[in-house]
């Protein structure tokens, strides 16, 4: 079983429409979770960081964390074309960051 | 403030040579951590370093190693270089807490071993 799981892709929505990413985490342990964006070529640039139980609001990013489930999830609102990119679930344990396979995101104009 | 900065950004090295890539963190970040990432297997964890001292390595050869400075700058080195080691190497920095502080990335080194 791989430590961290996405929902595979690739995830497509129209412009405008709510974008729902899924991860799902092995260790319970972890400690803290990130969500990543990279587009392709570029390095991951971070959108959201959660370590506690319950929403995280960041403008049109929302990310979800329940631990006793041992899931995450961002959901994207109002997704415009620039949110085209794949989207990394990073899970914390100690100093290393063990990360999903990724969910590439395509909003249609 | 600056970002995590890491170079070279592009090298083409040939197998069997050895290649070193320098990261320096954001300013007062003292947790250096190092990621190859490649196609097949995505993002891996290398290694993690503060204050000097390696607190974490991941499942890769002895081929691959680093250390870190006393100004919290870091270098990875890989040696005998193969095919399969042609990635994107990304550093990362952070605060030490290990449960309430966000991780950076560099731009990453690209390498390519031919």
């Known amino acids: 079983q791989k430590e961290v799981e996405q929902n595979s892709g690739p995830l497509s929505v129209p412009e405008g429409a709510i974008a729902s990413l899924n991860c799902t985490y092995s260790d319970r342990g972890s400690q803290s979770f990130f969500w990543y964006r990279q587009y392709s070529g570029k390095s991951p640039e971070l959108i959201m960081f959660i370590y506690s139980n319950g929403d995280k609001e960041d403008g049109r990013f929302t990310a979800q964390l329940n631990k006793a489930s041992q899931y995450v999830s961002l959901l994207i609102r109002d997704s415009q074309p620039s949110d085209s990119a794949t989207y990394l679930c990073a899970v914390r344990y100690d100093y290393k960051l063990s990360f999903g396979a990724g969910t590439t995101v395509t909003v249609r104009a | 403030k600056a970002g995590v900065t890491q170079t070279p950004r592009y090298l083409i090295k040939t197998r069997g040579q050895q290649v070193t890539l320098s990261c320096s963190p954001i300013?007062?970040?003292?947790?250096v951590s190092w990621y190859q990432q490649t196609p097949g297997q995505g993002l891996q964890f290398l290694f993690e370093y503060f204050s000097e001292t390696q607190r974490n390595k991941g499942n890769f050869p002895g081929r691959f190693s680093g250390r870190q400075f006393s100004n919290s700058r870091s270098e990875m080195n890989v040696s005998t270089l193969e095919l399969g080691d042609s990635a994107l190497y990304l550093c990362?920095?952070?605060?030490?807490?290990?449960?309430?502080?966000?991780?950076?990335f560099g731009e990453g080194s690209w390498l390519t071993v031919v």
């Open positions: 300013s007062g970040h003292r947790s």
């Open positions: 990362a920095s952070s605060l030490p807490d290990r449960r309430r502080n966000t991780i950076y």
